[in-house]
C-alpha cells in the first residue's frame, strides 16, 4: 500500500536558485535570500532521511484552462526560461517522471468526474515552479517527479469553486497514491501573498531593497502562518478564498488546498522552515510531517 | 495616409487552431485563410516590421521587449500540445526594440528588452509570426502584456512605439494577438463541436467586430473598461490591447476595417480583423476617458488620505 509521508509548502520564486547558484542555471549571482534558501537546505536534509520514491508537484506555471494535465512521458530535458525573469533563470534540466503514478492520478481523477488529459508531446516544456520548488528540495534530482498543471478555476469561476475543485483532486491523487506501492512526498508550489514591485533593483539580489509589499499582505501570510502551527489546516483552507482574494495569492492555483486535502487535512502542526519575501511577495517554506515520531519544530 | 508611420493594423486570436489544424474545424480553416490573406497583404505592402504586442505574453517587471536577433525554439502550449509543437526561427528588429524601450523611459514607463536563449515566446506570437511572416520577409518586435499595468501603462506603451516608429523612420505592421470573447470551454470537445461559449459572448462579438467595421478603433479603446466587464475572464485587471493598438495607429476613428474572418476556438472568440488608416472619419462618438502622455506611476492615494 502506498503512502504520503510528508507535504511540503514549497514556494519557486527563481530567486532561490538564482540565489543558490547550481551549475544547471546559467545566470550567475552573489547570493541573497538566505532565510529561505537556509530553510530549503534544512527542509532538504530533512527529506534525505525519509524513504519515498517520488515527488508530486502541483504547479502554478503549468496553466490550463481545460482540465488538469499530467505528464505522460517518462524523460524531460531541456532548458526552463523563466518568462517573467529570464534574467535569473535559465535552468538546465535533465529529469524523470514516474509516469506509472502520473497515468494512475490521471485515471482516479477522471473516475472522480474531473476533466483530466495526459501530455504526451516530447516538446513540451518544464515550467520553472517545478524546478525551482523540486530542486531546492532534491538538488540531487536522484527522485522522479510527477507534476500536475493547475486549472485556472480561480480565473473562470471563482476562488470558492477553485477550493473545490482542488479538494475533489487531492482526494483523487490520494486515492491513487494509497493503492499504489509507492511512497511519495507532495510539493505544493507557491508563494503566499503575491503582489510584486513591477521594478526590479539593478542587483536583483541587493537585499537591502527587498520588503513586503505591503503590510496587510504581511499581516495576513502570518494569520496563515499561525494557523499553520497551530494545526489548524481546515481553518486555513476555509479561509482560502478571502485570503487569495485580499493578499492576490497565489494559492489562487489550488495548489495548498489539493495537497490538504491529499494529506487528510492534517490537524497537526506544520513544521516552517523560513519566510521571506521575494520582490514583494511572502514565502514561507513548510512542512506537515504524518508522523509524530519525526516531526520537528524547526522554527 | 502617406505620413503615417501605420500601414495597417491587425487583430488575430492567439490560440494554436488556424496553425496546427486548420483542416479540423470550418471556422479554423476560415480563420487560417484570413491569415493567409493578411500575409499576402503584408508581403504587397512597403512595411518595414511587424510590431506585435500578445495577451499571451505576461509580464511582471514593467514591460518586456523582445531583442533577440534570431529567437529560435520548438513550442509547445500549455493546454493544446496534442494538436502538435510549433517549431519556430525569427527574426526581431533589434535596434527598434532597444529605442523602444528607450522611449518607455523617457515616457515614464518601466521596461527591459529580453535577449536570451531558449526564452519562451508566447503561443500567440508564435502563432502569428508563423503564420503572417513565415519567410521572416519583415524583421519584427513583440511587446509583453504587464499583468498590473491599466489602461495608463498601455496607452503609453503605444505612445511609445509610435515615437519609435516616427524617430526611425520605419512603417509598421501593427498587430494585436488577442481573443474577442476569450471564455474558452473548460471540458475537451470535437472540433465539429466548436461554438462560442454563449450567447452573450457571441452577441458582444458581434457588436465589437461592427465597430472594427465601421473604422472606430477608438471607440472601442473608450469601451474598453465596458468590453472587460462583459466578455473578459477576470484573469487580469484590464482588457488592454484595444488601448495598446489605438495609441500606437492613433487615437481617432479614421480607419477603413475589414473582418476577414470570425469564428470560435474552442469557444473563445477568434477574429482576424484589418484596420487601415484612412481620412475619412465617423465622428467621435464615444469619448468621455482622458487622453494620456506620460506615466507618473501609482497615485499613492491611501498612502496620502
Ligand atoms: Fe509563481
Redesign the interface.
Known amino acids: 500500500m502506498g503512502e504520503i509521508v510528508a507535504g511540503c509548502l514549497a514556494p519557486h520564486p527563481p530567486h532561490v536558485v538564482y540565489a543558490d547558484n547550481p551549475e544547471q542555471n546559467e545566470p550567475n549571482s552573489e547570493g541573497g535570500w538566505e532565510t529561505l534558501r537556509w530553510g530549503y537546505a534544512k527542509l532538504a536534509r530533512k527529506l534525505k532521511t525519509l524513504d519515498y520514491d517520488a515527488i508530486v508537484i502541483f504547479t502554478p506555471h503549468?496553466?490550463?484552462?481545460?482540465?488538469t494535465?499530467f505528464l505522460g512521458l517518462p524523460h524531460f530535458k531541456?532548458?526552463s526560461?523563466d518568462?517573467?525573469?529570464?534574467?535569473l533563470f535559465?535552468f538546465n534540466y535533465d529529469l524523470n517522471i514516474d509516469v506509472e503514478l502520473s497515468k494512475s492520478m490521471h485515471e482516479a481523477a477522471k473516475d472522480a468526474g474531473m476533466?483530466t488529459?495526459m501530455?504526451?508531446?516530447p516538446?513540451?516544456?518544464i515550467d520553472y515552479g517545478t524546478i525551482v520548488s523540486a530542486h531546492m528540495i532534491n538538488p540531487e534530482w536522484n527522485k522522479p517527479i510527477i507534476p500536475i498543471?493547475s486549472?485556472?478555476n480561480s480565473?473562470?469561476y471563482s476562488v470558492e469553486v477553485m477550493n473545490e475543485q482542488a479538494r475533489a483532486l487531492g482526494k483523487a491523487c490520494r486515492k491513487a497514491i494509497l493503492e499504489s506501492d509507492k511512497r511519495v512526498v507532495l510539493i505544493s508550489s507557491h508563494s503566499l501573498s503575491h503582489r510584486?514591485f513591477?521594478?526590479?533593483s539593478e542587483l536583483p539580489e541587493d537585499m537591502s531593497k527587498q520588503h513586503i509589499y505591503n503590510h496587510s499582505n504581511y499581516v495576513w501570510d502570518m494569520k496563515l502562518i499561525d494557523l499553520m502551527r497551530q494545526g489548524k489546516m481546515d481553518e486555513v483552507i476555509n479561509l482560502m478564498p478571502e485570503f487569495t482574494e485580499q493578499t492576490i495569492a497565489e494559492t489562487d492555483s489550488g495548489s495548498l488546498t489539493w495537497m490538504m486535502e491529499a494529506m487528510g487535512m492534517p490537524d497537526y502542526p506544520a513544521e516552517i522552515y523560513g519566510y521571506q519575501s521575494v520582490?514583494g511577495t511572502g514565502n514561507v517554506i513548510a512542512s506537515w510531517d504524518p508522523n509524530p515520531d519525526t516531526r520537528e519544530v524547526v522554527l | 495616409m502617406k505620413d503615417s508611420p501605420i500601414v495597417f493594423g491587425l487583430y488575430v486570436p492567439p490560440h494554436p487552431h488556424p496553425l496546427l489544424a486548420p483542416e479540423k474545424n470550418e471556422g479554423w480553416g476560415k480563420l487560417r485563410q484570413a491569415f493567409d490573406t493578411a500575409r499576402k497583404r503584408i508581403e504587397e505592402s512597403d512595411a518595414d516590421i511587424i510590431l506585435i504586442y500578445s495577451t499571451t505574453?505576461?509580464?511582471?517587471?514593467?514591460h518586456q521587449i523582445q531583442a533577440r536577433s534570431n529567437p529560435e525554439w520548438?513550442?509547445?502550449d500549455?493546454?493544446f500540445?496534442?494538436l502538435?509543437?510549433m517549431p519556430y526561427k525569427f527574426e526581431m528588429d533589434s535596434d527598434f526594440s532597444h529605442q523602444y524601450h528607450e522611449n518607455c523611459g523617457k515616457r515614464g514607463l518601466?521596461s527591459r528588452t529580453?535577449d536570451?536563449?531558449?526564452?519562451?515566446i508566447?503561443t500567440g506570437s508564435v502563432v502569428a509570426l508563423s503564420l503572417l511572416n513565415p519567410d521572416n520577409r519583415l524583421p519584427a518586435c513583440i511587446v509583453s502584456s504587464?499583468v498590473?499595468a491599466n489602461r495608463a501603462e498601455s496607452i503609453v506603451l503605444g505612445k511609445a512605439a509610435r515615437d519609435t516608429l516616427e524617430q526611425q523612420g520605419k512603417k509598421a505592421i501593427v498587430v494585436v494577438v488577442s481573443s474577442l470573447s476569450n471564455?474558452?470551454?473548460?471540458?475537451?470537445i470535437k472540433p465539429e463541436d466548436d461554438r462560442i461559449h454563449s450567447a452573450k459572448d457571441q452577441e458582444w462579438n458581434q457588436k465589437i467586430m461592427q465597430f472594427f467595421q465601421e473604422g472606430r478603433l477608438e471607440d472601442l479603446s473608450q469601451l474598453s473598461r465596458e468590453i472587460h466587464n462583459q466578455i473578459r475572464?477576470?484573469?487580469v485587471v484590464a482588457y488592454k490591447p484595444i488601448w495598446w493598438m489605438a495609441a500606437t495607429m492613433g487615437q481617432n476613428n479614421n480607419y477603413q476595417g475589414e473582418v476577414l474572418a470570425y469564428a470560435s476556438l474552442?469557444g473563445s472568440g477568434g477574429a482576424v480583423i484589418q484596420l487601415t488608416p484612412t481620412t475619412g472619419s465617423i465622428g467621435d462618438k464615444e469619448f468621455d476617458e482622458d487622453d494620456i502622455e506620460f506615466y507618473t506611476g501609482d497615485r499613492h492615494v491611501l498612502d496620502n488620505g
Open positions: 503549468w496553466q490550463t484552462y481545460v482540465g494535465h531541456s532548458k526560461v518568462p517573467v525573469f529570464p534574467n535559465r476533466v488529459m501530455m504526451e508531446n516538446d513540451f516544456r498543471s486549472n485556472r480565473h473562470y510584486h513591477t521594478v526590479e520582490i | 505574453w505576461p509580464s511582471v517587471i514593467g520548438v513550442h509547445v500549455d493546454d500540445h496534442y502538435g509543437s518601466n529580453i536570451y536563449d531558449g526564452f519562451p508566447d504587464n498590473y471564455r474558452m470551454f473548460t471540458d475537451y475572464v477576470q484573469k474552442h
